[in-house]
């Protein structure tokens, strides 16, 4: 098996008995629907998965495991399409802001491009 399977393997099994992976995975896709970089670097995520792969004997480097973090995401559905950013806009806006970025602006940048009025709405209101 290489790294990227390996990698997915384990993502997998710890999203099926851990909440606290769950959650981390719903922010990640949040932030990836914005093309955002999802700063993995040295997180605990990363760290694990790293650690496991070693214990397994696969020398994957941190990059190898953020690639395929975020192939997992992409390929499991885990991106946020437009309708859940804004059915969640409160968690979107608060999960943007801890990832240091301007929320509001992302949201009415994203709003206006869709030209929902809706959206544009809860946007401007943010």
């Known amino acids: 098996m290489n790294t990227k399977q390996e990698a997915h393997t384990i993502i997998k099994t710890c999203l099926e008995t851990n909440s606290s992976w769950v959650e981390t995975f719903n ?3 949040c932030v990836l629907a914005f093309d955002l970089d999802p700063m993995l670097q040295g997180s605990a995520t990363v760290d ?3 650690k496991d792969l070693w214990d397994k004997g696969i020398r994957a480097t941190q990059d190898e495991v953020i690639k395929s973090i ?3 995401i992409i390929e499991n559905d885990y991106v946020w399409s437009i309708e859940t950013i804004f059915k969640n806009h409160a968690y979107t806006a608060k999960t943007l802001e801890d990832f240091g970025e301007d929320s509001k602006a992302l949201l009415i940048d994203l709003a206006e491009d869709s030209g929902d009025d809706n959206y544009k709405k809860m946007a401007a209101n943010n």
């Open 48 to 50: 694990f998965i790293v």
């Open 27 to 29: 922010e990640l896709g």
């Open 70 to 72: 975020c192939s997992y």
